[in-house]
C-alpha cells in the first residue's frame, strides 16, 4: 500500500514539475519575443518582425494565455502596416491591418477587459481609412467604441494616451487634430508612465520614450527648440538606445534648430 502512495505521489510531483517546467517555457519564450518585437519595431525592421511573428506563432503551441499571444501576434500585424505605409504598399498594409484587428478580436473575446487591447484596436482602425475610405463612418464609430472602452477600463493607461495623441497630431486642425491638442496626451503618457505598474512581465509596457519624444516634436513644430531639447534628454535618460528618438526626432530636431 505504501508503495502504491508512494508511486503515486512520485507521479503528481511529476507531472506538477512538467507543467510548472511549460509555465516557466512560456514565461521566457514570451519575455524573448516581446524584447525582440521591441527593437524591431524601433527599428522598422520588416524581416525582424516577419521573424519575431514566427516567435509567436510557436508560442501559440505551448497552448497558454493564448489572448495574450494573440495580442502580441495582431500587435506584430499592427507593427507590419506601419511598414507598408511607408512603404506604400496598400496590398500588405490591407492585410496586415485585418490580420491585426482579428487578433485583437480573439484576444478580447477572451479577456474582454484587457484594455491595453482597445488601444491597439483603436490604432489599427485608423489605418483603415487608407484603403477604405468609403467607410469613414463605420471606422470612426469602431475607433471611439475602441477608445472609449480602453478609457474606461484603464484611465491611467499610458498608452492610450500616446495613440491619441498620435491619432491627433496627425489628424489636421480643420478635422479636430493638429500639434496643440496632441501635446497634452503626449504629457499625459510621459505621466502615467511614470506610475503605470503591469500585472506581470509579460504585459505590454512600452511607449515612454516616443511620448517623450513626441512632446518634443510638438515644440519642435512650434518652434520652441529649448523644449523640445529637454524633452529629448528625458527620452534618452529612460530609454539611451531608443532608435525613435535617435532616427526620428533628433533628426527633426536638427533640421529646424539651424
Not at 28 to 40: F, N, R, T, V
Not at 190 to 207: A, I
Amino acid at each position: 500500500m505504501k508503495t502504491a502512495i508512494s508511486a503515486l505521489l512520485i507521479i503528481i510531483l511529476a507531472a506538477l514539475g512538467t507543467a510548472q517546467l511549460k509555465a516557466d517555457d512560456y514565461t521566457d519564450a514570451m519575455l524573448k519575443a516581446i524584447k525582440k518585437m521591441g527593437d524591431a519595431s524601433d527599428k522598422n525592421d520588416k524581416a525582424a518582425l516577419l521573424k519575431v511573428r514566427g516567435d509567436f506563432e510557436r508560442i501559440l503551441q505551448l497552448k497558454k494565455n493564448e489572448w495574450m499571444v494573440n495580442f502580441y501576434l495582431g500587435s506584430v500585424d499592427y507593427m507590419l502596416s506601419r511598414v507598408a505605409t511607408e512603404e506604400k504598399n496598400n496590398d500588405d498594409l490591407k492585410k496586415y491591418t485585418e490580420s491585426a484587428l482579428s487578433l485583437f478580436d480573439k484576444c478580447t473575446d477572451v479577456k474582454d477587459d484587457f484594455a491595453d487591447a482597445y488601444v491597439m484596436k483603436m490604432a489599427a482602425q485608423g489605418n483603415r481609412w487608407q484603403y477604405e475610405p468609403a467607410k469613414m463612418n463605420d471606422i470612426i464609430a469602431k475607433s471611439t467604441e475602441a477608445k472609449d472602452k480602453a478609457f474606461k477600463l484603464e484611465p491611467e493607461n499610458p498608452r492610450y494616451y500616446l495613440i491619441d495623441g498620435y491619432m491627433t497630431f496627425y489628424t489636421p486642425e480643420s478635422f479636430g487634430g493638429g500639434v496643440d491638442k496632441a501635446q497634452p496626451m503626449f504629457e499625459k503618457s510621459w505621466e502615467y508612465s511614470k506610475t503605470y505598474k503591469p500585472k506581470d512581465e509579460t504585459y505590454p509596457n512600452w511607449g515612454n520614450d516616443q511620448a517623450a519624444g513626441m512632446v518634443a516634436m510638438c515644440y519642435i513644430k512650434n518652434s520652441k527648440m529649448e523644449d523640445a531639447k529637454k524633452w529629448i534628454d528625458m527620452a534618452l535618460e529612460v530609454k539611451p538606445e531608443s532608435n525613435f528618438i535617435k532616427s526620428f526626432v533628433m533628426p527633426e530636431y536638427e533640421k529646424n534648430r539651424k
